[in-house]
Every structure is written in C-alpha cells, then in structure tokens.
C-alpha cells in the first residue's frame, strides 16, 4: 500500500525558514517523480514543486522559485521541501504526492497518491 | 504560463442529478488535464486524467472529455460521497508547472 507522510509543519516567523519531510512507503521511491502542493486556509490547491525521481531535475512555481528548495533521499525514501525566507502568504497545509507514471526522469505531473498534509503557518 | 478556469465555481445538486464541471485553458493543452476530488480536511484524490481515462477504483459514474482548451468532469447519477469540490489540473507545460483550477464546490441541493 502506497503512504505518504508528511512532518516539519508548524509555526514560524516571517523570514524564517522551515524544512518539510515526506516519507514514502509501498513503492520503489526512486523510480518516481514527486511534487509538494500547498493549499492555503479556505482556499485552492497550489502546485510548488516537482523533482524526478532521480532527483537531477527540479522544477519550482514563480511563487517561490529562489526561496524553496525541493530534494529527496531515494536511499532514505524521503522527499524534502526547504523554505527559507518565509512569508505569510506561504501559509498553508503542504502536500506531498506522487507522480502516475513510473519514470526515473520524465516528469508527467499527474498526481495519484497524496499524503495527508502539514500545516505551516507563518506569523509574527 | 497556463491559467486554469472552471465552471460554474459551485452548485447545488440532487442525489441522482447529473452533474457537469467546465474546466477551461488559457492555451491548447492537448488533453493533459486532470481533474481531482477534495473532500474537507482530506487530501485530494485523482479520478481521471488524460482527460478522460478514469483512475482505477473511480466510479464508472465519474467521466471526462474535452480537447484544445476545453474539458468537462460529468457525474452521472449523484450520489452522496460525491459531494465534495473538483478541481482540474494541467500538466501539458513544459519545463513542469502544474496549474489547478480554482476548484468547483457541490453541495447538497
């Protein structure tokens, strides 16, 4: 059974930084691409990342291209989001999912297994 | 970069009604759209992509079509675990960058 477990949530000031973990279980880790989605209180889902699975290749939306910085460990089977220079629009629950397609470079973006979130808030 | 709009942004709906969702882009993404179901305080969940190849163990009531820039999620026969918001999703960009609509709410009628 594919899980996803999401940690490292949690309040932080602005200009703080943060690192979110997502630990991975029920697949081979490395042979898929892995994105973080954000969603804002009451609001919509937001794309931030993506990685391939073997992690050479990464993509960011403009929103936080420059601040965030997406990783992963495929011996460990984690996948990470650094935040740095937090804001408060970054406020959210995040998201880790897992690509459809099993394809160590080739990112396809369709998300079938999420975890169940971490919220970050940021405020003074 | 490719902006996602859906329509209507909610409705209400019978059980047993059929429900249709307009998902619509700002430039052609060749049937690279996927639509999602979010129950509240859970994590969204894939029901079809490609635009229209259900995912597997989604109700065969759940469908999609569309092309160019133009797509639906129709819901025949509502039932009541359908109730919840879609959103659609394009993963057609190239370099990656996954647009969601902004989300389609169904609640009870």
């Known amino acids: 059974e594919v899980q996803l477990v999401e940690s490292g949530g949690g309040l932080v000031q602005p200009g703080g930084s943060l690192r979110l973990s997502c630990a991975a279980s029920?697949?081979?880790?490395?042979?898929?691409?892995m994105s973080w989605v954000r969603q804002a209180p009451g609001k919509g889902l937001e794309w931030v990342s993506v990685i391939s699975g073997s992690g050479v290749t990464s993509h960011y939306a403009d929103s936080v291209k420059g601040r965030f910085s997406i990783s992963r460990d495929n011996s460990k089977n984690t996948l990470y989001l650094q935040m740095n220079s937090l804001r408060a629009e970054d406020t959210a629950v995040y998201y880790c999912?897992?690509?459809?397609?099993?394809?160590?470079?080739?990112?396809?973006?369709?998300?079938?297994?999420w975890g169940q979130g971490t919220l970050v808030t940021v405020s003074s | 970069d490719i902006q996602m709009t859906q329509s209507p942004s909610s409705l209400s709906a019978s059980v047993g009604d059929r429900v249709t969702i307009t998902c619509r882009a700002s430039q052609g993404i060749s049937n690279s759209l996927a639509w999602y179901q979010q129950k509240p305080g859970k994590a969204p969940k894939l029901l079809l992509y490609?635009?229209?190849r259900l995912e597997s163990g989604v109700p065969y009531r759940f469908s999609g079509s569309g092309s160019g820039t133009d797509y639906t999620l129709t819901i025949t026969s509502l039932q009541p675990e359908d109730f919840a918001t879609y959103y659609c999703q394009q993963y057609y960009s190239s370099p990656p960058s996954f647009t969601f609509g902004p989300g389609t709410k169904v609640d009870i009628k």
């Open positions: 490609a635009a229209s």
């Open positions: 029920g697949f081979t880790f490395s042979s898929y691409p």
């Open positions: 999912a897992k690509d459809l397609l099993q394809n160590v470079d080739y990112i396809d973006g369709v998300l079938d297994y």
